[in-house]
């Protein structure tokens, strides 16, 4: 992959959507988040820009995030229906992204669960139905999120954060020897997802073909399954990480 692969399209006032090591002390005493609800993306300040990114919450933080895991859960419930129950909530992973003031805009629940045929074609079989996978779901929550009526810098931010939403997966996948992930989306995230962004699934299956009528799909975090899925002249950076230290 040519250099200019890695760093085509990138400006400084993107989100940098780091990976966030959060210290049990982060959020003692605040006063908690709130989600992100009527700003417009294009009256947005460049400071969210500059200040954005993704905090990594496990399980041992989450009391001292609790209002940021709250917001995030809010949003994936308005979009999935999905709620967790305690016991979920103790052994998940959370990303949450948030800007300066607070306000929580996105961010993803990863869970290790057993995974059930979602098809309505209740014959359809599929080879890891059953085993414990990683499973994922996350959410972007802006306003007007129609990606045929996006400007394009509203188009690079959602492709950014998408792209480092992956690129924390595969670094995972790496860790945990995990191939691939179940991911879970509501119908219009999964076409915002499809459009702007280049994921390498294995397998789809579509709101209108699955029981909850939610969008499926599994996930390739092995890096040679995943390039031959991947076109990366639609990245803006390396969807692998590692060979950006290479």
């Known amino acids: 992959m040519s250099k200019d692969i890695k760093t085509k399209n990138i400006s400084a006032d993107l989100p940098s959507h780091k990976i966030e090591s959060v210290l049990p002390n982060y959020d003692k005493g605040s006063e908690g988040c709130k989600i992100l609800t009527e700003t417009p993306y294009a009256e947005l300040p460049e400071e969210f820009l500059e200040a954005s990114h993704f905090k990594r919450i496990e399980a041992n933080h989450y009391p ?6 709250h917001s995030l859960l809010q949003l994936l ?4 229906r999905l709620e967790l129950s305690l016991q979920e909530q103790k052994l998940a992973t959370f990303f949450v992204a948030d800007n300066s003031e607070r306000e929580v805009y996105g961010g993803a629940v ?13 014959s359809s079989k599929f080879s890891f139905q059953g085993e414990r996978l990683f499973s994922a779901s996350f959410v972007l929550h802006l306003a007007n999120k129609d990606p045929f009526y996006m400007s394009g810098k509203r188009i690079t931010f959602c492709r950014h954060f998408y792209e ?6 595969f670094v ?9 992930m179940w991911v879970t989306l509501d119908p219009e995230e999964a076409l915002c997802l499809e459009t702007l962004s280049n994921f390498p699934f294995m397998l789809r299956m579509k ?17 040679d399954i995943a390039k ?10 390396n969807p692998f990480p590692q060979e950006e230290q290479e």
């Open 64 to 69: 001292f995030n609790h209002y940021r895991v």
């Open 77 to 80: 419930k308005k979009a999935q």
């Open 110 to 122: 990863l869970l290790k669960k057993r995974i059930r045929n979602y098809h309505k074609n209740r």
């Open 164 to 169: 480092e939403l992956y690129r924390t997966f």
């Open 172 to 180: 995972l996948g790496q860790k945990q020897s995990a191939p691939y």
């Open 207 to 223: 709101p209108k073909d699955t029981i909850d009528g939610l969008f499926h799909g599994l996930l390739a975090l092995k890096k």
């Open 228 to 237: 031959t899925l991947i076109d990366p002249k639609r990245w803006i950076r």
